[in-house]
């Protein structure tokens, strides 16, 4: 069983690593929040703000923060990213349908949202893989709920910012704002 286990870690980092050499991260495949195929492929061209999310944390309330950074900047080529992810405290334990509709009517959030990813141990998602890997310009574990990558128009890693790094923070809006200028 221990053995199994070993072999399928080893397995998922050997794709990751592989994907990771032979394409960006745009090319990774991802399920938008209603299960369809999809990669960020789909935002080339668009600076993104990647975000490991939860429904039940602390920093829950940063969905209203994200939500405005999304809507004052998207028309000049920004979008903010949601990755449900229910790897910290067991804080995202719902469905895609259930994370959709929380999203929603307590945030009236509209900016994309993907299906839910372990952005951390074992199974991690290749995206997440690439974004803290040793490759990475960020390179470590994501530490919590809400953390941050920007990401410039031609995919690559810009910054990264913890979880207690608001999206109403000076540096968040500084770095994208720049990030827009270089476009």
């Not at 829950?60 to 004052?72: C, D, F, I, S």
């Not at 490759?135 to 941050?148: A, E, M, R, T």
Request: charged share 20%.
């Amino acid at each position: 069983m221990r053995l199994m286990k070993i072999l399928t870690t080893f397995a998922a980092l050997l794709a990751a690593t592989t994907l990771m050499a032979d394409s960006n991260l745009l090319d990774i495949p991802l399920k938008d929040i209603d299960g369809k195929a999809t990669s960020l492929k789909a935002y080339q061209g668009k600076v993104m703000l990647v975000v490991n999310v939860a429904s039940r944390c602390g920093f829950t309330p940063q969905y209203k923060g994200l939500e405005a950074l999304h809507r004052k900047f998207k028309d000049q080529g920004f979008t903010v990213l949601g990755f449900p992810s229910n790897d910290f405290g067991g804080q995202e334990p719902g469905t895609a349908a259930e994370i959709k509709e929380f999203c929603s009517t307590n945030y009236d959030v509209t900016f994309p949202m993907f299906d839910k990813v372990k952005v951390k141990g074992d199974g991690k998602h290749p995206l997440y893989a690439a974004l803290t890997g040793q490759s990475s310009p960020f390179p470590g574990d994501v530490g919590w709920n809400f953390g941050k990558f920007l990401i410039g128009a031609d995919g690559k890693i810009l910054a990264r910012f913890d979880s207690r790094v608001s999206p109403e923070s000076a540096d968040l809006i500084s770095a994208v704002e720049k990030a827009l200028a270089a476009k």
